[in-house]
T-cell receptor, first 113, second 113 residues
Framework: DQQVKQNSPSLSVQEGRISILNCDYTNSMFDYFLWYKKYPAEGPTFLISISSIKDKNEDGRFTVFLNKSAKHLSLHIVPSQPGDSAVYFCAAKPDYNFNKFYFGSGTKLNVKP | GAVVSQHPSRVICKSGTSVKIECRSLDFQATTMFWYRQFPKQSLMLMATSNEGSKATYEQGVEKDKFLINHASLTLSTLTVTSAHPEDSSFYIC?????????FGPGTRLTVL
């Protein structure tokens, strides 16, 4: 049962343009959401997070938007850079289990120079 | 962010041998660490939650006698893959929770011949 879904396995964007990565979830008890970036043969690196009490969180070029009614979150990268090319995972945590994170299957972003 | 290390980064072993992977939180104490497994082109699958000073909590379908977890201190958790077989070949990643966020180690590539 995939509670966090990333329906786009890959995304290709031109350098300087905006990258939008999407994530959908089914569990209304999720209260904390995160985005991770992963290079091949490395562990995921934490990028940005958002609590369910907010609908937007911004950190430099990265902005995460949360739409609770649609159970949807997105990560915007502006402007995109070639170094952003990686696999991006979204993750969610339920309010009833502080330790358990559910991960999406990842979206591979390719930023073309 | 918090730093988590893993050792070794890569290991090749013969079928039937046991392999130990270490996970350390370098700049914080972690009462809880997590072990994940990632198959190619798939999401991170939580294997078990490692609790300092007590038994690990295993996810459904994960053999606790196959994947031994020891969390002897607030900065170290170990995963031992016992009697490894080729189907155990995978990328194993640990993480540790610092406040509300999980930080991941760089991962260990296990290849069982």
């Amino acid at each position: 049962d995939q509670q966090v879904k990333q329906n786009s396995p890959s995304l290709s964007v031109q350098e300087g343009r905006i990258s939008i990565l999407n994530c959908d979830y089914t569990n209304s008890m999720f209260d904390y959401f995160l985005w991770y970036k992963k290079y091949p043969a490395e562990g995921p690196t934490f990028l940005i997070s958002i609590s369910s009490i907010k609908d937007k969180n911004e950190d430099g070029r990265f902005t995460v938007f949360l739409n609770k009614s649609a159970k949807h979150l997105s990560l915007h990268i502006v402007p995109s850079q070639p170094g952003d090319s990686a696999v991006y995972f979204c993750a969610a945590k339920p309010d009833y289990n502080f330790n358990k994170f559910y991960f999406g299957s990842g979206t591979k972003l390719n930023v073309k120079p | 962010g918090a730093v988590v290390s893993q050792h070794p980064s890569r290991v090749i072993c013969k079928s039937g041998t046991s392999v130990k992977i270490e996970c350390r939180s370098l700049d914080f104490q972690a009462t809880t660490m997590f072990w994940y497994r990632q198959f190619p082109k798939q999401s991170l699958m939580l294997m078990a939650t490692s609790n300092e000073g007590s038994k690990a909590t295993y996810e459904q379908g994960v053999e606790k006698d196959k994947f031994l977890i020891n969390h002897a201190s607030l900065t170290l958790s170990t995963l031992t893959v016992t009697s490894a077989h080729p189907e155990d070949s995978s990328f194993y990643i640990c993480s540790a929770r610092d406040q509300g966020t999980q930080f991941f180690g760089p991962g260990t590539r296990l290849t069982v011949l």
